[in-house]
């Protein structure tokens, strides 16, 4: 079993920044890759970027140049700085773990809101 926890969410103006974080605990061995997706309200849950254990990172074309996603391996965190934001980025925030076997985990989200 795994654990995730977000954080880091909150309310920031367009143009404002913020940052997640994700640590996975409990049973973290062969961990694959890492990321975040993400669900407006009446929308469904899209990818917003990967990570895999080696760094290769792929991103939403939404989220191109302005997110950056990383992550660091000894402490089994993922982070995503998103700097730039913009009202359509309002959403729900998820971070997973894919497993080598295939199975993932989920956390319980945090909400970002953009707004002035």
């Known amino acids: 079993q795994v654990q995730l926890v977000e954080s880091g969410g909150g309310l920031v103006q367009p143009g404002g920044s913020l940052r997640l974080s994700c640590p996975a605990t409990g049973t973290v061995f062969n961990v694959n890759r890492m990321g975040w997706y993400r669900q407006a309200p009446g929308k469904e849950r899209e990818l917003v970027a990967g990570?895999?254990?080696?760094?290769?990172?792929n991103y939403a074309d939404s989220v191109k140049g302005r997110f950056t996603i990383s992550r660091d391996n000894a402490k089994n965190t993922v982070y995503l700085q998103m700097n730039m934001v913009k009202p359509e980025d309002t959403a729900v925030y998820y971070c997973?773990?894919?497993?080598?076997?295939?199975?993932?985990?989920w956390g319980q989200g945090t909400q970002v809101t953009v707004s002035s």
């Open positions: 997973y773990v894919l497993y080598t076997t295939g199975d993932d985990y």
């Open positions: 990570i895999s254990r080696r760094g290769d990172t």
